[in-house]
C-alpha cells in the first residue's frame, strides 16, 4: 500500500498545550500537504511545504519536512478546543495524492 | 459562496440500484477528483481529471463512471451498488496537480 502512515493514530492533550503529529510516507514528492477534517466535514488545507523547504510556519502551525527520512512533522502551538480534529498529511506526485492515515486530535478544555 | 458543492448529502439506496453523484467547484480550478472516505477514514484518491479529461484511475471498478461535462463539474455515477460501497465520496478540486485541495462536503452514501 502506498498509504503514508501518521502517528499518533490518536492525541489528547489539555487545551493551551502543544500537539505534534507525525507523518511517513514511501514516494518521492513533489510538496507535502497537511488538512484538518472536522467530525463529518470536508477536509480542510492547512498548510503546503515544498520539498526543497524544511521548515513552515502559518498562525499557530509548524510544518517540518525531512525528505532524507521521508517524514514530516505538524506542531500546534497553544492548542484550543476548537483544533479538535483529524490531521492528514498528504503527499503530492502527478495527478494524485497520497494522503495519511490521519491523527485524531482531542483538545480538552 | 460554497467553493465546492456536492449533491445529495446522505444517500441510502438498496443493494443493485444506480445512482449519481454531483460535483461543481466555482474556484475556476483546472483538475477535480474523486475520493472515498471508508470507515475507518481512509481517503483514497479514485479519479483525478484535468480540464475534463481522466487522467487517473485508481483501478477503481467499472461499475463507477466519472463524469465531466465542464471543468467546473465532475459527476460520479454508480451502477449496481454493493455493500462495499458504503463510505463517504468527497470530491475535491485543484489549481492545478500538486496545488493544495479543496474539498467538498462529503456525500455519505449507504448502500442496504
Known amino acids: 500500500s502506498q498509504q503514508g502512515e501518521e502517528d499518533p493514530q490518536a492525541l489528547s492533550i489539555q487545551e493551551g498545550e502543544n500537539a505534534t503529529m507525525n507523518c511517513s510516507y514511501k514516494t518521492s514528492i513533489n510538496n507535502l500537504q497537511w488538512y484538518r477534517q472536522n467530525s463529518g466535514r470536508g477536509l480542510v488545507h492547512l498548510i503546503l511545504i515544498r520539498s526543497n523547504e524544511r521548515e513552515k510556519h502559518s498562525g499557530r502551525l509548524r510544518v517540518t519536512l525531512d525528505t532524507s527520512k521521508k517524514s514530516s512533522s505538524l506542531l500546534i502551538t497553544a492548542s484550543r478546543a476548537a483544533d479538535t480534529a483529524s490531521y492528514f498529511c498528504a503527499t503530492a506526485g502527478t495527478y494524485k495524492y497520497i494522503f495519511g492515515t490521519g491523527t485524531r486530535l482531542k483538545v480538552l478544555a | 459562496d460554497t467553493a465546492v458543492s456536492q449533491t445529495p448529502k446522505y444517500l441510502v439506496t438498496q443493494m443493485g440500484n444506480d445512482k449519481s453523484i454531483k460535483c461543481e467547484q466555482n474556484l475556476g480550478h483546472d483538475t477535480m477528483y474523486w475520493y472515498k472516505q471508508d470507515s475507518k477514514k481512509f481517503l483514497k ?68
Open chain 2, 45 to 112: 484518491i479514485m479519479f483525478s481529471y484535468n480540464n475534463k479529461e481522466l487522467i487517473i484511475n485508481e483501478t477503481v471498478p467499472n461499475r463507477f463512471s466519472p463524469k465531466s461535462p465542464d471543468k467546473a463539474h465532475l459527476n460520479l455515477h454508480i451502477n449496481s451498488l454493493e455493500l462495499g460501497d458504503s463510505a463517504v465520496y468527497f470530491c475535491a478540486s485543484s489549481q492545478d496537480d500538486r496545488a493544495s485541495q479543496y474539498f467538498g462536503p462529503g456525500t455519505r452514501l449507504l448502500v442496504l
